[in-house]
């Protein structure tokens, strides 16, 4: 008689929680957990474990659900914590499982060993373990699951010991249902409803966690019975609204005074799904007095540390639904829409001139992946989002290496769907062994490169608060298009305005993973 062993048990598991496909980097220690693997799982491969754990990131956010992430050890572990850092502030629902030696060597800290390998990832994960024994792996791994999924989501992490997998076990793998979302306490959702009726110029606040529970249509019907202005939080990871709508008003920047100053219009802010608020500068306003505020959030510590306003703990849909079952329709004058800057001419070939083309380019349906902090603002003005089902990602931790692999996991995740990532000269190098991957998964991909020579992130910033003469910040030299080449995607460059619209036009055609090397000029814009 075949003995069951923690491995048959674990991919049991595996099977009825979907999670067959597997990002990965291989180590020695994962050989227990790899080998004799299964046909109906995929592993994604990935040349470096930050690259891999990004990808991952953006594979999770488009779908949606929960991924598995196997990663070597301590080395390994290390070198994904940046993107680990990510998923957390992505909120997205992963499991890393990583591999840890034998037993028996753990004591005499060994080569490959993790010492305390549960620490390791904190604070930066939801939940830690490594298994007592090799039998209650698949119960950790369950209870895994649960926590990661489980509102607000996030990262976990589970450290398995390599001879772990070859045990035999005859417990039982409970595989149960996902824990759902939860509603506001019906107080809370009257008190909110009694201030919107009082209120006459209300506003709504949105954030990533809006797309992120798949309440953007919820949000437009919400918006829309009470005439109220829509706001992007400070720093959002995702696109929670249509920037093409009448009500409509922008993106707040993570300073205090910027949301003060645009907010100030408005007797009532809700805010829905997102910090209230992340602020990345101090330009010494002091506490600027913001409107009333009543933030809606899933996250008990976001409601815990916001300064002010009345907190209600809902997941977004749910507490979208609440109010949307008792507001009343406004009789309010909606707001004005939004006036965007004029569409830049192509003299130059600046980053305006890139989104704007872009957007005239792009399909309706194409998920645009981004990480080109020194563009940003130009993105927002230019490349508006319009999609109600997650449309954009970005990386909310600042945390560089999300766009590159970011591209391919939310290709792998959503082959209906044309993805495009734009990503800054910088950026790009954190994680463009993804590139790789993208050629071996075959995927039609499109990679644009924003190059301007610079972190210009950094040097923008650094002139805005009086640094001079910074070190490290002048970039060039690499010649992106030659780089996609080499690890199997196709490569071009664009330097010239000209070259532009036919140089995307083909890009965005061909069933090729594409990367466009666009030399841009260097921009004087603030980032805030």
Same mark, same amino acid.
């Given at each position: 008689?075949?003995?069951?062993?923690?491995?048959?048990?674990?991919?049991?598991?595996?099977?009825?929680?979907?999670l067959?496909? !597997?990002?990965?980097? &291989?180590?020695t220690?994962? +050989?227990?957990?790899?080998?004799?693997?299964p =046909?109906?799982?995929?592993?994604?491969?990935?040349?470096?474990?930050?690259? !891999?754990?990004? #990808?991952?990131?953006?594979?999770?956010?488009?779908? $949606? $659900?929960a991924?598995?992430?196997?990663?070597?050890?301590?080395?390994?572990?290390?070198?994904?914590?940046? *993107?680990?850092f990510?998923?957390?502030?992505?909120?997205?629902? #992963?499991i890393?499982?990583?591999?840890q030696?034998?037993?028996?060597?753990?004591?005499?800290?060994?080569?490959?060993?993790? #010492?305390?390998? &549960?620490?390791?990832?904190?604070?930066?994960?939801?939940?830690?373990?490594?298994?007592?024994?090799?039998?209650?792996?698949?119960?950790?791994?369950?209870?895994?699951?649960?926590?990661?999924?489980?509102?607000?989501?996030?990262?976990?992490?589970?450290?398995?010991?390599?001879?772990?997998?070859?045990?035999t076990?005859?417990?039982?793998?409970?595989?149960?249902? $996902?824990?759902?979302?939860? /509603?506001?306490?019906?107080?809370?959702?009257?008190?909110?409803?009694?201030?919107?009726?009082?209120?006459?110029?209300?506003?709504?606040?949105?954030?990533?966690?809006?797309?992120? =529970?798949?309440?953007?249509?919820?949000?437009?019907?919400?918006?829309?019975?009470?005439?109220?202005?829509?706001? @992007?939080?400070?720093?959002?990871?995702?696109?929670?609204?249509?920037?093409d709508?009448?009500?409509?008003?922008?993106?707040?920047?993570?300073?205090?005074?910027?949301?003060?100053?645009?907010?100030?219009?408005?007797?009532?802010?809700?805010?829905?799904?997102?910090?209230?608020?992340?602020?990345?500068?101090?330009?010494? $306003?002091?506490?600027?007095?913001?409107?009333?505020?009543?933030?809606?959030? =899933?996250?008990?510590?976001?409601?815990?540390?916001?300064?002010?306003?009345?907190?209600?703990?809902?997941?977004?849909?749910?507490?979208?639904?609440? %109010?949307?079952? @008792?507001?009343?329709?406004?009789?309010?004058?909606?707001?004005?829409?939004?006036?965007?800057?004029?569409?830049?001419?192509?003299?130059?070939?600046?980053?305006?001139?890139?989104?704007?083309?872009?957007?005239?380019?792009?399909?309706?349906?194409?998920? +645009? +992946?981004?990480?080109?902090?020194?563009?940003?603002?130009?993105?927002?003005?230019?490349?508006?989002?319009? /999609?109600?089902?997650?449309?954009?990602?970005?990386?909310?931790?600042?945390?560089?290496?999300?766009?590159?692999?970011?591209?391919?996991?939310?290709?792998?995740?959503?082959?209906?769907?044309?993805?495009?990532?734009?990503?800054?000269?910088g950026?790009? #190098?954190?994680?463009?062994?993804?590139?790789?991957?993208?050629?071996?998964?075959?995927?039609?991909v499109?990679? !644009?490169? %924003?190059d301007?020579?610079?972190?210009?992130?950094?040097?923008? %910033?650094?002139?805005?608060?009086?640094?001079?003469?910074?070190?490290?910040?002048?970039?060039g030299?690499i010649?992106?298009?030659?780089?996609?080449?080499?690890?199997?995607?196709?490569?071009?460059?664009?330097?010239?305005?000209?070259? %532009?619209?036919?140089?995307?036009?083909a890009?965005?055609?061909?069933?090729?993973?594409?990367?466009?090397?666009?030399? @841009?000029?260097?921009?004087?814009r *603030?980032?805030?």
């Amino acid at each position: 008689m075949i003995k069951r062993t923690v491995l048959d048990a674990t991919r049991e598991l595996l099977r009825e929680l979907g999670l067959t496909t !597997v990002f990965g980097n &291989p180590g020695t220690t994962e +050989v227990p957990f790899l080998t004799d693997w299964p =046909d109906d799982f995929d592993y994604v491969l990935g040349l470096q474990e930050s690259a !891999v754990v990004a #990808m991952a990131d953006a594979y999770a956010q488009a779908t $949606r $659900r929960a991924v598995l992430v196997n990663l070597h050890s301590a080395g390994g572990v290390g070198h994904g914590l940046g *993107s680990l850092f990510t998923a957390y502030r992505n909120r997205t629902p #992963m499991i890393v499982v990583a591999g840890q030696q034998i037993r028996s060597l753990i004591p005499h800290e060994p080569f490959l060993g993790a #010492m305390e390998a &549960p620490e390791f990832p904190k604070p930066y994960v939801k939940w830690s373990i490594e298994p007592a024994s090799a039998e209650d792996v698949p119960a950790a791994l369950a209870r895994a699951y649960h926590v990661a999924t489980q509102a607000p989501s996030g990262p976990v992490f589970v450290s398995v010991p390599a001879d772990d997998w070859s045990a035999t076990t005859e417990r039982p793998v409970v595989s149960r249902p $996902r824990i759902r979302g939860f /509603a506001p306490d019906p107080e809370a959702v009257d008190e909110l409803t009694a201030a919107l009726e009082a209120a006459e110029r209300p506003a709504i606040v949105v954030g990533g966690a809006v797309d992120q =529970d798949g309440a953007v249509v919820e949000t437009v019907a919400l918006a829309e019975r009470l005439n109220a202005a829509v706001w @992007v939080a400070p720093m959002s990871y995702r696109c929670s609204f249509p920037e093409d709508h009448p009500l409509f008003q922008g993106f707040l920047d993570p300073e205090r005074g910027a949301v003060a100053d645009a907010l100030a219009r408005h007797d009532l802010v809700v805010v829905l799904g997102a910090p209230a608020f992340t602020y990345h500068v101090d330009r010494g $306003r002091g506490e600027t007095p913001l409107p009333p505020l009543f933030i809606v959030s =899933d996250d008990e510590q976001i409601l815990a540390r916001a300064f002010e306003g009345t907190g209600i703990r809902a997941t977004p849909k749910l507490g979208i639904r609440a %109010l949307l079952n @008792v507001v009343e329709r406004s009789t309010r004058p909606a707001p004005a829409p939004r006036q965007r800057p004029a569409k830049p001419g192509g003299e130059t070939l600046t980053g305006e001139f890139v989104y704007s083309t872009l957007a005239d380019l792009l399909p309706d349906n194409a998920l +645009v +992946v981004e990480e080109a902090p020194s563009h940003r603002g130009i993105l927002h003005d230019h490349l508006p989002i319009t /999609a109600t089902d997650t449309g954009f990602l970005t990386m909310a931790s600042g945390t560089l290496g999300y766009g590159v692999p970011g591209v391919v996991g939310a290709a792998l995740a959503r082959p209906d769907r044309k993805v495009v990532g734009v990503i800054g000269d910088g950026s790009s #190098m954190y994680g463009i062994q993804a590139l790789w991957t993208a050629a071996r998964e075959e995927l039609p991909v499109t990679f !644009v490169i %924003l190059d301007n020579s610079e972190y210009a992130a950094v040097r923008i %910033l650094g002139d805005a608060i009086g640094g001079a003469k910074l070190p490290g910040t002048e970039l060039g030299g690499i010649g992106f298009a030659a780089l996609a080449e080499s690890m199997g995607c196709h490569g071009v460059t664009i330097t010239e305005p000209s070259d %532009l619209v036919p140089g995307l036009t083909a890009a965005l055609a061909d069933p090729r993973p594409t990367l466009v090397h666009v030399r @841009v000029a260097a921009s004087s814009r *603030s980032l805030y």
